[in-house]
């Protein structure tokens, strides 16, 4: 099991930041409640996959550390607003979203994939859609994409030349329907920008992480390595 301290090294190192940085977020997160608590050295607290979840949410949604726990609540509650999959597909690309309800959140969603990829099952997914996919490409990633000041999110799928999309959004199911699918991200920061909504400032960032973070920190946090 990782420690709060390994939790954070392994954020820091695997996203490029600075320890300090991390730490600093990762206070704020625990001063808030959001992460598990604990002692020191023996008592110290053992990190879960949500709390893995809920720190990668911090750093990627907020620009400062003090709005981490307000960001992070903002971004981990926005809910699956659209699934895109190849025409006839009926299950997911990757076998371990189908155990996702289909009113769960962005927050559920990072947690399912670190906590699968701590265990090994999204590494036997991959496996499966690999061993059936036709052709000579064997490649496969997974990208997370973070957007703001608006909270909105999406998992990118690529697994042997197929990809799958899931997206997570503030905006009103019912508004996000209306806009082409072909149109990804751009269509949904053009809404954020012409909407009146709670967040401060009018400057929109992108930030992504990939499969290496995931597998990296999931197994950090189900002590398959050590930091």
């Known amino acids: 099991m990782a420690s709060p301290g390994d939790l954070v090294a392994a954020v820091a190192a695997v996203l490029g930041y600075p320890l300090v940085t991390i730490s600093t977020y990762y206070r704020h997160l625990r001063e808030a409640g959001l992460v598990t608590k604990g002692g020191r050295g023996p008592s110290a607290a053992q990190m879960s996959p949500r709390d893995a979840a809920l720190l990668l949410l911090a750093v ?15 971004m981990g509650l926005i809910p699956l607003v659209y ?8 299950t ?13 959140t962005f927050a559920d969603a990072l947690t399912m994939l670190l906590d699968c990829a701590g265990q090994g099952s999204l590494q036997s997914a991959i496996n499966a859609t690999l061993s059936s996919t036709d052709g000579s490409v064997k490649v496969w990633n997974i990208r997370v994409t973070i957007l703001g000041p608006l909270p909105q ?12 999309t899931l997206s997570y959004s503030s905006i009103p ?8 699918p072909g149109e990804g991200l751009d269509a949904l920061k053009n809404w954020s920008s012409e909407t009146e909504h709670s967040f401060p400032g009018d400057m929109s960032f992108t930030r ?8 990296r920190i999931g197994a950090l946090v189900a002590g398959k390595v050590k930091q």
């Open 60 to 74: 990627a949604a907020s620009d400062e550390a003090k709005t981490a726990a307000e960001r992070t609540l903002a």
């Open 153 to 164: 999110a999406r998992i990118d799928i690529f697994v042997g030349g197929r990809h799958e």
């Open 173 to 180: 199911s019912e508004l996000f329907s209306e806009f082409d």
């Open 83 to 90: 699934r895109s999959r190849e025409r006839g597909q009926e």
């Open 208 to 215: 992504e992480f990939t499969s290496r973070a995931i597998l």
């Open 92 to 104: 997911s690309l990757l076998s371990v979203f189908d155990d996702l309800p289909a009113s769960h």
